[in-house]
């Protein structure tokens, strides 16, 4: 049993939490001053209190140091709670992000000591919530995790029984590869959805054909040239896939722009639109949804 810090109450945060806490000791950071019991609330409709324990920043400094931290804030939250938890992992803490989008593993690993960990978790769990304290559990699909550092490739058995309560959870060692398609899907379908204000399934729609293509063509040549193995033709069927098996739900991005709330276009199309003037590859079609969705949120 591990001391596990679970940073974040979302939707995924309170998933996370759920599925962890059969096996650990779970304590739950939340930027919420309400520090009551969560809720998970399976397919079937049966609610079910959450086993942990709710703590705010002003309570970190009371924990015994952390053994595995796993951060589930959006990408351009990561640094900065990053920042409040490291006083508080210990010297062989794993630290595990799980984002939408790129970028963090640098900056990261720049920060923590080379005894500790770093992986990340990619994740088609799928839930959403139903009040600020409860989540209703949607979908299990897969859960993958991979090092991002020495010292979680070494310990990646130990990461492996210590996600194993998790639905449908598997170990990568090339999560690089993973974490770029799921980018691509991410890239066909989240700006497009935010900017027409439509479902996913919507997205099937001819009027939008040649501009998933040139968005995914882009972001694949960006990927081959940093030596990613994707296929245009592989990741159109995987963004075609995940829009029918998502066809009535709302994007993230959708969600966020809807609300008036930051999105996560900087680590989607703005990384394709950063890498590739590193690399020399143009990217106008990921530059226009970088501002398009600039402008809205
Ligand atoms: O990850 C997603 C999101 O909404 O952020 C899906 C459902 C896969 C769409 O890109």
Redesign the pocket.
């Known amino acids: 049993m591990a001391n596990v810090l679970i940073v974040g109450d979302g939707a995924i945060g309170l998933l996370f939490s759920h599925f962890l806490s059969a096996q650990h000791d779970i304590t739950l950071l939340t930027r919420k001053p309400t520090l009551t019991t969560r809720f998970y609330q399976a397919s079937n409709g049966k609610s079910h209190p959450i086993k942990a324990r709710l703590i705010n920043h002003k309570e970190l400094g009371h924990s015994t140091p952390f053994d595995l931290v796993l951060i589930t804030v959006k990408a351009f939250q990561v640094q900065a709670a990053f920042k409040q938890i490291k006083p508080y992992l210990n010297e062989n803490c794993q630290v595990v992000i799980s984002h939408?989008g790129m970028g963090n593993v640098d900056e990261l690993n720049a920060q923590l000591l080379n005894t500790q960990g770093l992986a990340f978790l990619t994740t088609?769990l799928?839930g959403f919530k139903t009040t600020p304290y409860s989540v209703n559990h949607t979908g299990n699909g897969e859960s993958v995790l991979g090092a991002c550092n020495a010292a979680a490739s070494e310990r990646l058995n130990e990461l492996k029984q210590q996600f194993s309560y998790l639905p449908h959870f598997s170990v990568s060692d090339d999560i690089h590869s993973l974490r770029w398609q799921?980018l691509l899907?991410?890239i066909?379908?989240?700006p497009l959805?935010a900017i027409h204000n439509v479902k996913?399934g919507q997205l099937r729609a001819p009027q939008f054909s040649t501009r998933i293509i040139n968005l995914l063509s882009e972001a694949c040549l960006v990927a081959n040239k940093q030596g990613v193995d994707v296929k245009l033709s592989e990741a159109l069927d995987q963004?075609y896939s995940?829009?029918t098996a998502?066809a009535e739900?709302?994007?993230?991005?959708?969600?966020d722009i809807s609300h008036n709330r930051e999105s996560?276009i900087d680590a989607i199309c703005g990384y394709v639109c950063e890498q590739g003037a590193k690399l020399g590859i143009k990217t106008p079609y990921n530059q226009a949804m970088l501002s398009m969705i600039k402008i809205k949120s």
């Open positions: 939408n088609r799928a799921k899907v991410n066909a379908i989240n959805t996913n963004a995940v829009m998502t739900n709302f994007s993230s991005m959708q969600q996560e």
